[in-house]
């Protein structure tokens, strides 16, 4: 079984169309799945919202927890772990691409792509933003080597144990987390598919920021990485 993860915070909105996109590309591809959202205190009523799909869904089927991201890690029932943000940017699509993927190449881990492949690419970004995460994905690149196109999405599948053991070794928070878990698997000998994605900046609902704040955190985090690993 296949257990996506699904961190939300003010998400109300756009929590039940995901569900329902998720159930109607998993069940078409027949692949068996339970989704596990982790909300982080939304003033908005993301957990109530998770209650109600629970409800029409199945409670075995959907999981609300109003507590931290490992908590997701250790409810989750699946020998496999879908990563993938609940703000409607990551298409349920992919998905079926995405365990096909690891299911022919044995990969422990298979990443989306936002920059290699046939039909990639990013939309609803401005040039500057667009800008910025090119440079970053391209020092990053410079400096890590990490063998993988994309270091700072957050669209993936990983073998549970896998993931733990990744969870388990990585220090960073925000951006860098992301970056760290790719860096850490290439260093641990994991074996690492892509799949090309496209990523829709929120379609629907709420804001998404990237701040000065924001690319100071990741620098200084890229410069630990290169220092340390």
């Not at 000998?189 to 090309?196: D, F, K, L, T």
């Not at 994605?197 to 998404?208: K, L, N």
């Amino acid at each position: 079984m296949y257990s996506i993860i699904l961190p939300t915070y003010n998400e109300r909105d756009n929590l039940p169309l995901l569900v329902w996109m998720i159930d109607k590309y998993l069940g078409a591809a027949n692949i068996q799945y339970e989704i596990v959202i982790v909300d982080d205190g939304s003033p908005d009523g993301t957990q109530e919202a998770a209650k109600q799909l629970a409800k029409i869904y199945s409670e075995d089927r959907i999981l609300g927890l109003g507590t931290a991201y490992l908590h997701g890690l250790k409810h989750a029932k699946g020998d496999h772990v879908i990563l993938m943000d609940a703000d409607l940017s990551h298409h349920p699509k992919f998905i079926p691409q995405m365990v096909a993927k690891m299911r022919s190449g044995s990969f422990d881990i298979v990443t989306g792509s936002r920059y290699e492949g046939e039909g990639c690419g990013v939309y609803g970004w401005d040039l500057r933003r667009k800008v910025i995460s090119r440079g970053a994905n391209f020092l990053a690149q410079l400096l890590l080597r990490p063998g993988v196109s994309d270091l700072t999405g957050s669209f993936r599948l990983y073998k549970r144990e896998v993931l733990q053991r990744l969870v388990d070794s990585c220090t960073s928070k925000g951006y860098v987390f992301q970056m760290e878990m790719m860096v850490r698997a290439r260093h641990l000998g994991y074996s690492i598919g892509e799949v090309p994605i496209t990523f829709v900046d929120r379609m629907f609902y709420g804001d998404s920021k990237l701040g000065g704040s924001e690319i100071v955190q990741y620098l200084k985090g890229l410069l630990t990485l290169f220092a340390t690993t």
